[in-house]
C-alpha cells in the first residue's frame, strides 16, 4: 500500500512524523513484520530523504535526522515537506508438516 501524507498544521516534528507513521499503519493495515519505507521531499532539499522502518528504533533515528534537517536551515519548515509511506506486506511463513 502507498499513502501520503500532508502536514498542514505546525507540530513538533518529532509528534508530526509519530502521527504519519500510525496513520500510515492503521490505514495499511500493517501487521509486525510488514516493511515500511518513508520518502521525505521538500522543494527546499537537493534530493529526496529514505529510508526502511521496520521497527520503533529506527523511526525514532529516521524521526531525530529530519529534525536536525529542518532545525539546520530556518526557511526550511515541515508543512513544506511531503511525506510517503510505502507499506510492504511481508508473508508470514506457515508451519506445514508432512503427513
Not at 533515528?61 to 536536525?68: G, Q, R, S, T, V
Not at 510517503?84 to 508451519?95: D, E, G, Y
Request: include cysteine.
Amino acid at each position: 500500500m502507498d499513502y501520503a501524507i500532508k502536514i498542514e498544521k505546525i507540530m513538533e516534528i518529532e509528534n508530526a512524523i509519530n502521527a504519519m507513521i500510525y496513520l500510515a499503519k492503521k490505514k495499511g493495515n500493517y501487521r509486525k513484520g510488514d516493511k515500511l519505507i518513508i520518502v521525505v521531499s521538500n522543494p527546499n532539499f537537493h534530493y529526496d530523504i529514505s529510508t526502511d522502518v521496520q521497527s520503533d528504533v529506527k523511526a525514532i533515528e529516521f524521526m531525530k535526522h529530519i529534525a536536525k534537517i529542518l532545525s539546520s536551515n530556518e526557511s526550511l519548515n515541515i508543512t513544506q515537506c511531503h511525506f510517503n509511506v510505502k507499506i510492504f506486506s511481508i508473508p508470514v511463513a506457515v508451519n506445514l508438516t508432512k503427513s
